[in-house]
């Protein structure tokens, strides 16, 4: 039973770890363009 | 890193709303959405790993049922993104618009990544059922093959070119790779495959109870998470295509000065120094 909980567990770590890597990733590439944009090419703020 | 707000015209929305760090892809509609999908993960956590039960059925899943709980909303969030992306190329090669061509590349790195997660889950699940990481399953194959479909289709977007023509590009490649999604819909259908068939997609599902929710939980928690990434993706692809105009802007007029710094000498007669 526990070696079944290990598959359990590797799965969600890694689609959930993945996926916030992969948001962290999205939201410091934003910031690094941001910084070299002026605000009215940003009309969401 | 600090940035000089009094010289940096980028800084200037931080001063007219003291206190919001507006700064990024992030607006209040994404922050009101990424915590609604943090809470939503929080759920699936609970119902997936402690309130649900281990799979009753005569497959012997045990606990590895749970693993369904993110390989198959994943799997198919992942082709929603690829349908978006065909929705986008299809859009953009009719109006052409920047808009339905950065739809169409945000939605397939996102799929990408949720295509990459689903044969990794999937394989996790192989090896306890299985006892093998991959076989050359049509399912898994065709999964597969979506997967290197559409990172041709990213790279072809790197391709260099004039921006039209490489958005028409892109189109096509997209809709090209969209092709395999039915394929790998119905490939255990059309294939004798490992792969069980389909388990929720049909008028009578196979699973129900807290099972079922937890699926449903599961597609519901990823859709809001694809939401989230496609509007933070869709806005860091817009700053690239501004910046790259701007670039070009920048080189053009680079061009204009060099040409007209050059104009007397060019046009002095031969033979005669100026």
């Not at chain 2, 590349?105 to 699940?125: H, K, P, Q, R």
């Amino acid at each position: 039973m526990s070696g079944q909980w290990g598959y359990v567990t590797a799965a969600y770590v890694m689609v959930l770890g993945s996926m916030a890597a992969y948001a962290v990733w999205t939201i410091r590439r934003g910031r690094r363009l941001a910084r070299r944009l002026p605000a009215e090419d940003r009309r969401w703020l | 890193m600090t940035i000089d707000t009094a010289a940096d015209p980028v800084a200037e929305p931080r001063r007219r709303f003291p206190g919001v760090r507006s700064e990024g892809t992030g607006s209040r509609g994404s922050r009101v959405l990424g915590l609604v999908t943090l809470a939503g993960m929080a759920a699936l956590l609970l119902f997936g790993l402690v309130l649900s039960p281990q799979d009753p059925g005569p497959n012997e899943m045990g606990q590895t049922v749970r693993i369904m709980y993110m390989h198959v909303p994943v799997a198919i969030i992942a082709f929603l993104a690829f349908g978006v992306t065909a929705v986008g190329s299809i859009m953009y090669l009719w109006k052409r618009s920047e808009f339905w061509d950065l739809t169409a590349a945000a939605s397939a790195e996102i799929g990408v990544f949720l295509t990459a997660a689903t044969l990794a889950t999937g394989m996790i699940w192989g090896k306890f059922a299985w006892g093998t990481w991959w076989v050359w399953d049509a399912r898994l194959t065709t999964t597969a093959l979506l997967l290197v479909l559409f990172l041709g289709y990213l790279a072809v977007r790197r391709l260099p070119g004039p921006p039209e023509q490489r958005s028409k590009r892109a189109a096509i490649a997209g809709l090209i790779a969209f092709v395999d999604v039915p394929i790998v819909h119905y490939s255990v259908d059309w294939w004798r495959s490992l792969h069980q068939p389909a388990t929720v997609s049909r008028f009578d599902p196979q699973i129900d109870g807290l099972l079922l929710f937890s699926l449903m939980l599961g597609m519901v928690v990823f859709l809001l998470a694809y939401w989230w990434l496609m509007i933070h993706r869709f806005r860091v692809a817009l700053m690239e295509s501004r910046l790259e105009e701007r670039g070009l802007d920048v080189a053009l007029a680079a061009r204009r000065a060099e040409a007209e710094a050059t104009a007397p000498v060019a046009a002095t007669p031969a033979g005669v120094r100026p």
